[in-house]
């Protein structure tokens, strides 16, 4: 675990914090705010092309029912109350014979949610850490005017996803922190929210011409209490928007069966992505005397229909993804009477998840 990503922590005075006996779990509301800042330098190796973006804004976000149970987090707690503002953004490209585009913006738009999980299960890091993802990607758009005197939109998204092949890695903005153990404080905590970071591999944006790319964030955050108990068990469905069932509730799941419509016109599947996350449903004939097709290039592993949809994060509960089949497929779903659906969950953090389901028309 890189140390860059550890914030050191701020206990309040040891006269605000309970006895051991008097209280097992605390349940916080997170606050944080900081300064996040983007540079991204693009060029040619002749040098007769060079592109520079920067862009800034300040961010803040909020969240209830971090519940803290035995030093660890309780579960995910989405970040849905995120806000920015002061944006700047500028990006100013040039040829060998001069400026070619300036763009400029002062605004910002709303950004994505953003999560607070515990790191263990995603990136191997010891169990009383969490990670907090302060949101997920903000834009901010800007006008351009080019040497033809032209004048067009464009805009800079500072986007904090990072995937390394299918493993998750992590991104830009991910800050971790140690979650308090022993006494609980009535005072709260509050810990750096500080990462800073150049590689190029990470980049928002970045394409074969990347030369230069640094993100900064610069801030803290809080964690305020709201109750006290004596439990020693999560609560039932957790608190807040984290959803109380472990550290295992941030990754994608396909929930129940796949079904399939009279007729076969639908197939639909039940998916929870708490972090969000891109979901592709495909539908399949079944495989011959229930075997799996042999070869990429088999006619049996062609797809009757599929579809890729956008799940948002901070949703707690399942959603239903429905692909609709054509005609031909649907004869052929009834001429076999079952199909095989296979669901992919790419989440922004986290390992992608793969799923193989039979399902039988009604």
């Keep these: 675990m890189p ?18 006996a008097a209280a097992h779990a605390m349940t916080y509301r997170l606050a944080y705010e900081g300064d996040v800042s983007y540079r991204h330098v693009r060029e040619t190796e002749d040098g007769a092309f060079k592109e520079t973006t920067t862009a800034s804004f300040h961010v803040s976000g909020r969240a209830d029912g971090v519940e803290i149970l035995g030093g660890k987090l309780v579960g995910p707690v989405s970040i849905t109350d995120v806000r920015a503002t002061q944006g ?15 763009c400029r913006g002062e605004q910002v738009l709303r950004p994505t949610p953003g999560m607070l999980f515990p790191a263990a299960p995603v990136y191997g890091w010891p169990a009383g850490m969490a990670a907090i993802l302060p949101f997920l990607s903000a834009e901010l758009p800007m006008t351009c005017t080019d040497s033809d005197g032209g004048v067009g939109d464009e805009s800079v998204i500072v986007s904090n996803v990072t995937r ?32 800073s970071e150049s590689a190029l591999r990470t980049c928002p944006g970045r394409d074969y011409y990347t030369r230069v790319c640094t993100t900064t964030l610069d801030g803290t955050v809080r964690f305020l209490p709201l109750r006290s108990d004596d439990r020693d068990t999560p609560r039932s469905g957790g608190s ?10 941030i990754a994608p799941k396909v929930e129940g069966a796949a079904t399939l419509s009279a007729g076969a016109k639908t197939a639909r599947v039940k998916v929870r992505c708490i972090t969000g996350c ?39 509960t399942a959603t239903a993804v429905t692909v609709a089949l054509g005609a031909a497929a649907r ?15 790419d989440p922004p953090v986290g390992a992608t998840v793969r799923r193989s389901l039979s399902a039988r028309l009604p």
């Design 88 to 102: 700047r953004a500028s990006r100013v490209s040039t040829t060998d014979q001069g400026t070619d585009k300036t």
């Design 3 to 20: 140390a860059r990503l550890r914030t050191a922590l701020v206990l309040a005075s040891a006269s605000a914090a309970l006895p051991p």
């Design 331 to 345: 004869r052929a779903v009834a001429a076999a009477g079952s199909a095989r659906v296979e669901v992919v969950l």
């Design 164 to 195: 390394q092949g299918t493993r998750a890695a992590p991104s830009r903005f991910h800050v971790g922190i140690d979650m308090p153990t022993g006494a609980l404080s009535l005072s709260g905590y509050e810990w750096d929210l500080k990462r």
């Design 278 to 316: 891109r979901a592709r449903m495909s539908v399949f004939l079944p495989p011959r005397g229930g075997r799996k097709p042999r070869g990429k290039s088999s006619a049996a592993a062609a797809p009757l229909a599929s579809r890729t949809v956008t799940l948002a994060p901070g949703r707690p």
């Design 240 to 249: 807040g928007g984290g959803g109380g069932g472990g550290v295992d509730d």
